[in-house]
Structures are given as C-alpha cells and as structure tokens.
C-alpha cells in the first residue's frame, strides 16, 4: 500500500469521522479539519479517535474563505507532505420551504456546500496535476439528485457540485487526477437526527431497504473512490441511498 496524505473536511461530523477510519485502514495518513473556534471540542475528539486506534491530525479550517483554505493547504503540507487524497465533506443544512427561506439561510448553505468545493480543491489541483497523482471526491447528496422539499438551497448546492466534478474531472484526467462525487442518502447521523421525527419516519418508509444508511456505507464508497487502482473512474457520481433513488 502507498502511504498518501488524505484530508478530510468536516472530519468529525457522523460521515467524516467514518471517512476519517476508512482513510487510515486505507494506510494513509490522515489529516481532519474543524471550525476556528471549536478547537476544544475537536481535540477531545481526536482523543477519543485515538483511544479507537485512529490518528488523526487536525488543523482549524474555514471551507467558506479562499485564503483560509489556502493557508490550512501550507500548513498540511509542510508539516505531512503534499497532500494526494482530498474528500471535500464538510457541509450544513439550512432548511425551509422557499416562502420561508431567508437569504441568510441561502447563502450560508450555498458557501459552505458549493464555494468550499472551489475554496478547496482549486489551491491543491495544479500541484497534484504536476505529482500526476490525486483522488478527489465530494460529498454530494441524493437531494441534489431528486430535491426535496424544504431544501431548495441545499438541493442547489449539492446539484452543482456534480458540474463541478465533471468539469475538473476532465481537467485531470490525462494528469491521473480523478474526480468522482459520492450522494448520500438519508444517514444516521446528526444532520439527518436535526429533521422532525414525524418527516423523518416518512421518509425512511420511501428508502427500499427500509432503513437509514450508516456513516460506514458512505465511507466504503469513498475508499472505492480513492483507491490507487481506481484511475479509471472519473467524472462520475456514486448514489448510496438504499435504493431511495435510482438515477
Ligand atoms: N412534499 C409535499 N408537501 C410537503 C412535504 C413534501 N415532502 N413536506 C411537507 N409538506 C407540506 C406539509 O404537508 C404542509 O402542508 P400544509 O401547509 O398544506 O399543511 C406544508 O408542506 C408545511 O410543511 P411542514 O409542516 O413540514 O413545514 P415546516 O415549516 O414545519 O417544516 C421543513 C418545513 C423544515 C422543510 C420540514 O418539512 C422538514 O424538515 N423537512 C425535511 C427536509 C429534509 O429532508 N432535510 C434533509 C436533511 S438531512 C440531509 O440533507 C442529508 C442528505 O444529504 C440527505
């Protein structure tokens, strides 16, 4: 196995926690990020991922700001090397029926789900073009495939996220950079625990599995993505939603 350094935005929400675990069992040294401001909570994670067999090194990280993104890139690079893996995960839901919806609540999610994708990837994309060697994956989601009610914003977001990683895909592709999207669907996590109960069991009744998926489903598809001998696959969009759409 080559030891490659991954980053993972958003590493300790449900996703990037389990993303985080597939990275190392992956061999690779793995890099998290946390909100400026949160640096309590996330070091006492890190020790609890720790005392799992799980090293993670994490550095404060605004997804919505170009110049942060570009300073927390130095400092990852100097002190683990050049950074090979990126899986642009962090994201937020602002939702609300569009009558309701503020532009507060837009342009928070759009920032956070959609710039952060630019914000991130395109200070790291000519230096992994010239190692010619990098995997990119961004988190999309099943409601940028189908919408969904109450999430106009989100849905916009996560829907361009999938013109973006064909665009660059083809930017990398003759540089063995590839750029796939992974669309979760509805996950045990806390972003989907935030939705009401009643909403909520209605729309598992819609998944055919019958079941919310687990944290451990989206990083499996994640680590496929990443893999070395995956060259191949680029440009293309993994749904892991229990069957809840099928494109
Ligand atoms: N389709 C059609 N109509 C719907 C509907 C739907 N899916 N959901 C609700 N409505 C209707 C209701 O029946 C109600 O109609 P009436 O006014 O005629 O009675 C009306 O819309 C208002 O609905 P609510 O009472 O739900 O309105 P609210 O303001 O209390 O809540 C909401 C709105 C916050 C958007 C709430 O419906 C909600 O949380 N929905 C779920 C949104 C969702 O799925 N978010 C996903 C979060 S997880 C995630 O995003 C991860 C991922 O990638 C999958």
Redesign the pocket.
């Known amino acids: 196995m080559t030891q490659r350094v991954a980053v993972v935005t958003g590493a300790q929400g449900g996703l990037g926690e389990s993303m985080c675990k597939a990275m190392q069992d992956q061999g690779h040294k793995v890099i998290g990020s946390y909100l400026p401001g949160t640096e309590e909570a996330a070091k006492s994670w890190q020790k609890k991922m720790k005392g799992d067999g799980f090293e993670v090194e994490i550095f404060p990280l605004d997804v919505t700001d170009y110049d942060h993104c570009c300073s927390f890139i130095a400092t990852v690079e100097k002190e683990a090397g050049p950074i090979d893996i990126l899986v642009n995960n962090a994201?937020i839901?602002r939702?609300?029926?569009l009558k309701?919806l503020q532009p507060e609540q837009w342009s928070a999610v759009i920032q956070t789900n959609l710039d952060s994708m630019y914000n991130m990837t395109q200070p790291l994309f000519a230096s992994m073009c010239d190692r010619g060697f990098g995997r990119i994956v961004n988190i999309s989601?099943?409601?940028?495939e189908k919408g969904?009610?109450?999430?106009a914003n989100?849905s916009a977001a996560?829907a361009g996220i999938y013109g973006f990683t064909k665009a660059i895909a083809q930017e990398g592709a003759r540089k063995g950079v590839t750029v796939n999207a992974v669309s979760?669907?509805?996950?045990d996590?806390p972003?989907?625990r935030?939705?009401?109960e009643n909403?909520?069991n209605s729309?598992i009744d819609g998944i055919p599995v019958g079941r919310l998926g687990q944290p451990e489903e989206i990083a499996r598809a994640v680590a496929f993505l990443t893999a070395e001998d995956a060259g191949f696959i680029t440009g293309t969009n993994l749904s892991v939603n229990g069957g809840q759409y099928m494109s």
């Open positions: 994201g839901t939702d609300g029926p309701r989601s099943l409601n940028g969904q009610f109450g999430q989100y996560k979760p669907g509805y996950i996590s972003m989907v935030q939705v009401p909403v909520l729309i």
